[in-house]
């Protein structure tokens, strides 16, 4: 009876239809799970119908990309309410920032590899999220490289001569933003050093002072030290605990339900979205002369 709450589809840069990704999810004997597209709603409505035809539950999500400078956070939203116009005004800028911001290293990267924007465009549906692993998926397809990781530790990493960096909102606004629209911002991957520099505790703790409810400890990319951190953490502020596999297909090597978070764990996330929602409509008092 167990949930995998991070998990990615093409409309960001995972390598599967939202259709053949829940059909997976269903093979794996999984009760629910969550689809966590990089800055987008756009896979929720088919991620519904197809958990329904399939028999799981669905629990809407969206990963938010957040920087502080060089430090890069990613903050996943559950439950939030898709026609918030706030954070949809965000998220619409942040797919935006990261078009430009491809195009810039497509750009550098033609100066000495045969790669062009339309060779990247093609590797990504439309309408999706683009990323670095779309301008890897095209450094594959012109065969200058084997693999999507073998992209992010050389032309792609961040230490790269090629790379640019992107502007994302800080953290503890991405939280705020979140809450305002009735969500659950639980951080992902807190001490992901894989990926480069990670979040102190003061910041995970200001996160927490504008309402951050979880963290996302039971992630391959923690190591067990730092698990261990984040668990004291986690008890000390009474916050959620989920694990998940960050599941992106074949474009990375996480499994599908590799961790995974209990139901009962769910059902306290699906409490909290409740009680957002229920403040969110209702009425303000209105003092009467
Ligand atoms: P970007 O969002 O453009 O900065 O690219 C970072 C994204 O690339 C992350 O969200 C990951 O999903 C993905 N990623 C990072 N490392 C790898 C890797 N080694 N192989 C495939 N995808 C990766
Ligand atoms: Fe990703
Ligand atoms: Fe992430
Ligand atoms: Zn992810």
């Not at 119908?49 to 539950?57: I, S």
């Not at 935006?96 to 465009?121: C, F, G, H, M, N």
Request: hydrophobic share 35%.
């Amino acid at each position: 009876m167990s949930y995998d709450l991070h998990t990615h589809s093409v409309l960001s840069d995972g390598t599967q239809s939202v259709e053949e990704l829940v059909a997976e999810i269903a093979d794996c004997g999984l009760t629910g799970f969550s689809l966590t597209d990089h800055d987008t709603t756009a896979g929720w409505h088919s991620a519904q119908k197809h958990a329904e035809q399939w028999g799981l539950d669905f629990l809407p999500g969206m990963e938010i990309s957040c920087a502080i400078g060089p430090l890069s956070v990613h903050l996943l939203s559950y439950g939030h309410q898709q026609n918030d116009s706030v954070l949809n005004e965000h998220i619409t800028q942040a797919r935006s920032s990261r078009r430009t911001r491809a195009q810039r290293i497509v750009q550098k990267l033609s100066e000495t590899y045969p790669i062009t924007w339309e060779d990247v465009l093609a590797q990504a549906s439309p309408g999706a999220t683009i990323g670095r692993p779309h301008i890897a998926d095209a450094l594959v397809n012109a065969n200058i490289i084997r693999t999507r990781s073998e992209a992010f530790s050389g032309l792609l990493a961040d230490h790269s001569a090629y790379y640019v960096p992107y502007r994302a909102v800080h953290p503890v606004e991405a939280v705020t933003m979140v809450k305002a629209a009735g969500g659950v911002p639980i951080m992902a991957h807190p001490r992901a050093r894989i990926r480069g520099q990670v979040a102190s505790a003061e910041l995970i703790e200001q996160m927490i002072e504008a309402g951050l409810n979880g963290l996302e400890i039971y992630h391959r990319d923690n190591n067990e030290e730092d698990r261990n951190w984040l668990k004291k953490l986690a008890q000390k502020y009474d916050l959620i605990i989920t694990g998940s596999s960050d599941y992106h297909g074949a474009g990375k090597p996480n499994r599908l339900a590799e961790n995974t978070t209990p139901t009962q764990t769910v059902e306290r996330i699906k409490e909290i979205i409740r009680q957002n929602h229920q403040k969110n409509t209702t009425p303000q008092h209105t003092q009467t002369i």
